[in-house]
């Protein structure tokens, strides 16, 4: 790794430029005077006293109290632990404030909320996560056995459990083996790519999500999504869902 590629690395981790800089300029010396460091670093002299004392509040820095003064880095090890300490602090802080705002959302939810969702992972995320919310009924279309993760198999298995009408239907006969007795699935070629597109959730009387696959030429992602969750918008489409699904039941019989 460069010197250029270090220091754009110690950034990215927290440091500023000038700190960054110096640290590096110090793992190269093994210590010195900001003259030194100045030096080595190319940052200006009279920059480098405020970037290493800024740097020894941090831990990253020791000073040696001679004339002149000079700075000698702490281990790699301790950098390391340094770092990745403030770094978990932070992330710890930044989570603490974001789930104290978290719950203000609902309030200024409005009846025509829609949202969208872009790759696969984050559209599977929601999908587990809504599923587990399910009061009444769960029906899951377009699933096949490889898009069961876990998460969702846990969501759907402990809804039925509890009571809730949890359905799957898919154009796979595995994905039956992937899901308790509790849960109904029913195999139906019309869940397929040749009738349903993508996949849909429907869970109570107002929660959809509709998936479908991104055209390459069109999208970044493998898969976009919307979603919209005790909405007026909602109810519409699990009518919608509802009777689409009877439909397509029904012209196999």
Do not use: C
């Not at 250029?4 to 800089?21: C, I």
């Not at 978990?88 to 609902?106: C, I, K, M, P, T």
């Not at 999208?219 to 699990?238: C, H, K």
Request: proline share 3%.
């Amino acid at each position: 790794m460069s010197t250029h590629e270090a220091v754009d690395a110690l950034r990215e981790l927290g440091l500023s430029n000038y700190e960054a800089r110096v640290f590096v300029a110090l793992q190269r010396l093994g210590g010195g005077t900001a003259q030194d460091v100045a030096r080595t670093s190319e940052v200006p002299r009279s920059q480098v006293y405020g970037a290493a004392d800024d740097l020894a509040v941090r831990g990253l820095v020791e000073v040696v109290e001679s004339s002149p003064k000079e700075y000698r880095p702490v281990s790699l090890d301790r950098a390391r632990a340094q770092l990745r300490e403030r770094i978990e602090s932070q992330h710890d802080r930044a989570f603490e404030n974001l789930e104290a705002v978290h719950g203000e959302r609902d309030a200024h939810a409005d009846e025509s909320d829609v949202a969208t969702l872009h790759g696969s992972d984050t559209i599977r995320d929601r999908t587990a996560d809504l599923a587990a919310d399910a009061d009444d009924e769960v029906i899951l279309v377009g699933a096949r056995a490889g898009d069961l993760r876990p998460d969702l198999v846990a969501a759907l298995e402990e809804r039925a459990d509890d009571g809730v009408e949890v359905t799957v239907v898919t154009a796979d006969p595995e994905t039956a083996k992937r899901l308790a007795d509790g849960v109904r699935v029913v195999v139906s070629p019309a869940s397929g790519d040749d009738g349903y597109v993508g996949r849909t959730l429907v869970v109570d009387d107002a929660t959809v999500l509709l998936s479908v696959p991104a055209r390459d030429d069109a999208e970044p992602y493998d898969e976009v999504a919307m979603w919209t969750a005790n909405t007026s918008i909602g109810r519409i489409l699990v009518r919608y869902v509802h009777a689409g699904m009877q439909a397509g039941l029904d012209a196999e019989d």
